[in-house]
Nanobody, 123 residues
């Protein structure tokens, strides 16, 4: 069992930065792939970034490549999402999720979810 708690959301102007944190409980945190997702009003939840547990490989959605960076600190059981050059279209609720698989086929297939943190980017 893994419990996840996001933090770090807030209101920021376009071009600004935020760092989201996903704190996990559970001694086997290092054996879970962690993903960051977002869901804007009226839209489906989408995968933004993912970091695999086995080799630390990362994946980014095209919309955030070059602006967002996912990283993990296993000693702190925490995964971060550094978001730079934020745009109004990045406004959404951001969620982290965990799964023991290296590659998770769909959004709904992820095993564990946090409650989310809101990010608002003003123009």
């Amino acid at each position: 069992q893994v419990q996840l708690q996001e933090s770090g959301g807030g209101l920021v102007q376009a071009g600004g930065s935020l760092r989201l944190s996903c704190a996990a409980s559970g001694r086997t945190f290092t054996r879970y792939t962690i993903g960051w997702f977002r869901q804007a009003p009226g839209k489906e939840r989408e995968l933004v970034a993912r970091i695999a547990w086995n080799d630390g490989s990362t994946y980014y959605a095209d919309s955030v490549k070059g602006r967002f960076t996912i990283s993990r600190d296993n000693a702190k059981n925490t995964v971060y999402l550094q978001m730079n050059s934020l745009k109004p279209e990045d406004t959404a609720d951001y969620y982290c999720a965990a799964d023991p698989r290296v590659w998770v086929p769909t959004v709904r297939a992820w095993d564990y979810w946090g409650q989310g943190t809101q990010v608002t980017v003003s123009s």
